[in-house]
């Protein structure tokens, strides 16, 4: 319904032209690239398999030429591989230093604006050489000093609690006549390791010299005599030799050099960063040129992709149909020696999807994505569900107050801030779940939950529904909304099976049950058992085949056999009912908001009344933050459950998401907004 026509395009070029034909598609945009599969590509079997799959166009011999790849120059990707992992590192590096000059720029991924000729010129200069050795130099020293300041820092923790030590590091060794060992022992246990130590060696000394946390330093000496079974003795007990290769001096003094050297260290860090934010001025034209290189790196990788002879190029792609003037001008403009083709899809092939739809529809195609784009000829639920989920949000939301807020906010964002089309299609979509909200709280008199004598004059209007007076009533009109949601699904199942020829599935399945349904309906509505009589026994002949089995098949058993079969039917009934439960949702989510608001406006009430101006501030504060609090809440609830409705109570009736986006081949620009040269033409191109 609102799937865009596609063309397959096949551009046959001769070699020469083959780098001007790949810049032009990538500049246009329009083109999505389409492998072309060889013979060459993984054997004979891995080719067969791609033609069962019929995933894309198949190139063989062709009389005297041979279709291969065409040769690609690897010095050229070699290199752009470099400066792209240089012009990351920059873009990444001077990003530390960067601050964001848009609001929210923390959440909010910032924009480079520049000129569309200011970007077909960015590449690698001697001038950006300098900036990566300049940040490569930096970087490195930065992370050496944080090395070191590790190091330090563990140093002096260590030496701690040997400060008090008035003897020389250099000296832990011992003399000619006295070993000495320097370790640290648990705090818990040192008296029962001192004894045990002096029963194995009684020539034994040992010095507390300080105490860290949960560990003694000690300094443990003997005559050299008792070495041995000092040492065994000490290995018998949770004594930790330590030592400090390097240094000589007393430990105070080793500590203070060691606090020097930190602070010395500290200083150098302090002027490279320094030296590193004088740098930032050179971040956007990062960002850009990281853009630009993996612009030219897919130039030249889209070449595994497409075919080549010995003297020709061959690029296969698909293309909106709106696009094929476009794209054949642009491509005769290159030379004579290149041919284009366009012609329609073939049945079984797998053809990428694009919407096209009003611009009131578009912001649902985010639901739509959300579940998963349609197959190419199939029905695209973009318009069918788009008026049922605007209703649905208005009445979870349910306030006029809350909508004008949630519209302001999402149009604001939209127009103020640099956020990416996908993030302004999904504004488009909230903006579109206020102006609904409005609608509902317009209908059922509710602006930010006051009640009638709260609000002005003009707006104590006598309501089309009160939702807490008339619980029961809304709770009927979600369930009745549903029963028209969920039947719409059906009926829209039973439409596309009867396109496809399966009528009589049609009939079985879809037909039968909005018979049977409607049969109930009318019972509930008339009071007459008969009706539900007669349409059940006509849902057990339909859906039990039992007319088909007489009339088409002419097997009298079957037909008697259908009718247990059509009785085994009716029990789906039973989910049609579940999923029309399921709407009261609606019903719940806008109580929910109605009541909270409610209390926000009671608890200010409570405090107003409070003397010197407390009570003023206090009330505006509750409102304020309780009135966002409940609006940030109950929008969560009021997109996550009509979603929810939308994907399983509807689609589940008759959509299965089974094509693939189109992605055209074209330029980076994720990061950038492009302006034309002024003069050309008015507008910008966003990324």
């Not at 104590?460 to 807490?468: H, I, S, T, V």
Request: a negative charge; aromatic letters at 8%; charged letters at 20%.
């Amino acid at each position: 319904m609102a799937i865009a026509r596609m063309l397959q395009v096949t551009v046959l070029a001769h070699d020469s032209h083959a780098d001007v034909v790949v810049r032009r598609l990538q500049d246009a945009g329009a083109v999505e690239i389409e492998r072309i599969a060889l013979e060459s590509d993984a054997g004979h079997e891995a080719a067969d398999a791609r033609d069962d799959r019929d995933d894309g166009p198949r190139a063989t011999d062709a009389g005297e030429a041979t279709v291969t790849r065409p040769s690609i120059d690897e010095h050229r990707r070699h290199v752009l591989d470099r400066d792209i992992a240089r012009a990351q590192f920059v873009r990444d590096f001077l990003g530390r230093y960067h601050t964001a000059e848009v609001t929210f720029g923390a959440f909010i991924a910032e924009k480079v604006h520049l000129l569309q000729s200011e970007y077909d010129t960015l590449a690698p200069d001697a001038e950006f050489d300098e900036l990566y050795e300049a940040c490569e130099t930096i970087s490195a020293r930065l992370g050496e000093i944080e090395r070191e300041r590790t190091h330090l820092n563990a140093l002096i923790h260590d030496l701690a609690p040997w400060r008090d030590l008035h003897l020389q590091i250099g000296q832990w060794s011992g003399t000619e006549h006295v070993a000495l060992f320097a370790g640290t022992v648990p705090a818990a246990r040192s008296v029962e390791i001192r004894q045990s130590l002096r029963e194995a060696v009684s020539e034994l000394s040992i010095a507390e010299v300080g105490q860290d946390h949960q560990r003694e330093a000690w300094i443990v000496m003997a005559h050299h005599s008792a070495l041995e079974p000092m040492r065994a003795a000490l290995a018998l007990t949770e004594f930790t030799e330590v030592s400090f290769p390097g240094l000589h001096d007393y430990p105070a003094e080793e500590i203070e050099d060691a606090k020097d050297a930190l602070a010395d260290l500290i200083a150098e860090e302090a002027r490279l960063n320094e030296r590193a934010a004088e740098l930032e001025h050179n971040y956007e034209r990062a960002v850009a040129l990281v853009q630009a290189l993996l612009t030219a790196r897919d130039a030249i990788d889209v070449r595994d992709d497409c075919g080549a002879t010995e003297r020709t190029f061959l690029v296969h792609g698909w293309l909106p149909a709106t696009d094929r003037d476009r794209i054949a001008i642009e491509m005769e403009s290159i030379g004579d020696e290149i041919d284009i083709d366009f012609r329609e899809p073939s049945p079984g092939e797998r053809v990428p999807v694009a919407l096209t739809n009003p611009w009131y529809i578009r912001p649902f195609e985010v639901l739509t994505d959300l579940y998963g784009r349609p197959a190419y000829g199939d029905i695209d639920p973009t318009p069918l569900l788009a008026g049922f989920f605007f209703l649905f949000f208005g009445m979870a939301l349910g306030d006029a107050g809350y909508g004008v807020a949630l519209m302001i906010a999402t149009y604001l964002m939209k127009t103020k801030l640099d956020i990416g089309p996908g993030v302004k299609r999904f504004m488009d979509l909230l903006f579109a779940g206020g102006l609904a909200s409005v609608i509902v709280g317009v209908a059922t008199r509710s602006y930010f939950a006051l009640s009638a004598n709260e609000l002005p004059s003009f707006l104590r209007y006598e309501p089309l529904l009160d939702p807490l007076e008339d619980i029961i009533v809304l709770l009927i009109v979600s369930v009745a909304i549903g029963v028209v949601h969920v039947v719409f699904g059906v009926l829209i199942n039973a439409y596309r099976l009867i396109k496809a020829g399966d009528w009589m599935t049609a009939v079985q399945q879809d037909i039968s049950s909005i018979l049977l349904l409607a049969g109930l309906g009318a019972t509930f509505a008339l009071g007459s058992v008969d009706i539900l009589y007669w349409t059940a026994a006509i849902a057990i002949v339909l859906k039990g085949q039992v007319l088909e089995s007489l009339f088409v098949d002419r097997k009298p058993l079957s037909a008697l056999l259908g009718i247990p079969k059509g009785l085994l039917g009716l029990y789906s009934i039973t989910g049609y009912v579940s999923d029309f439960l399921s709407y009261t949702r609606l019903a719940a989510l806008g109580l929910a908001s109605l009541l909270v608001g409610q209390v926000m406006n009671i608890l200010a009430n409570m405090v107003s009344g409070a003397p010197w101006g407390i009570g003023f501030v206090a009330a505006a504060l509750i409102l304020v933050v309780g009135h966002a609090f409940n609006l940030v809440i109950n929008l969560l609830g009021a997109f996550v459950h009509p979603t929810r409705l939308q994907f399983v109570e509807f689609f589940g009736k008759f959509y299965e998401a089974g094509g693939r986006s189109y992605t055209p081949f074209a330029r980076r620009t994720k990061s950038l907004v492009l302006h034309p040269v002024p003069g050309e033409q008015k507008g910008g191109t966003r990324s």
